[in-house]
């Protein structure tokens, strides 16, 4: 039993987690909110600093750094299927596609408020009257940008397939929307019912409806 008790601190002595030094803190720190490693200059300067809100500056000071919102949008702009281009055999580059970019990156840097970004990329232009007026009201309109990010098969009307074409986008939408703004998924639905699931094919298309009116300004 003693010999137990004593291979059991042993191990724990072991095991136990060894406090960061602040180079260390300051790496996680900076991964963390932008994705870049700490200058050598930022680490020295954070070694040295004995002020007692020192770990607070550094955050502050990277959360208000461009780079910030740069990181925290490549991580949405994932969820969201951001794409250059249109994808399917000709793969069409997307001219105007930045400007979305640019709105994600804009709204983390600005500590937009999360139900507010959420509104604008599913309705923005719910939002606006008219040509905008503000800045505010031309980032509503980019925001919809969200509603183009997907897949899209500039071929179809050559092999009369505008229609499946579009099935393809709206599938894609509900599915996308669901995932990100959810956290669900509504793939397996579109097909058929489950009978252990909550969500059934009618759902998926009474969600698709609210899309139907979705259309490009670009082709």
Request: proline fraction near 3%; include cysteine; charge should be negative.
């Amino acid at each position: 039993f003693i010999h137990e008790r004593q291979v059991s601190e042993e191990i724990s002595d072991r095991d136990r987690a060894v406090r960061a030094d602040r180079r260390t803190l300051l790496r996680r720190l900076s991964y963390d909110l932008t994705g870049l490693a700490p200058t050598s200059e930022e680490v020295r300067a954070f070694e040295s600093d004995e002020r007692a809100d020192a770990w607070e500056r550094c955050v502050d000071r990277l959360l208000s750094s461009p780079r910030y919102g740069e990181h925290q949008a490549r991580l949405w702009l994932d969820v969201v299927r951001y794409s250059d281009s249109n994808g399917f055999d000709w793969d069409e580059f997307r001219k105007e596609a930045w400007r979305f970019r640019d709105y994600v990156i804009r709204s983390f840097n600005g500590d937009k408020p999360f139900d507010q970004f959420v509104v604008e990329q599913l309705a923005g232009d719910e939002l606006v009257s008219g040509s905008p007026r503000t800045e505010a009201e031309r980032d509503c309109l980019i925001a919809t940008g969200y509603l183009r990010m997907g897949p899209h098969d500039n071929a179809a009307p050559l092999f009369n397939e505008q229609d499946r074409s579009r099935a393809e986008l709206m599938a894609d939408l509900v599915e996308t929307t669901t995932g990100a703004f959810l956290g669900m998924t509504f793939a397996c639905c579109r097909c058929h019912d489950h009978k252990t699931e909550p969500i059934s094919q009618e759902d998926h298309y009474r969600f698709r409806a609210f899309f139907e009116g979705v259309t490009f300004a670009d082709k």
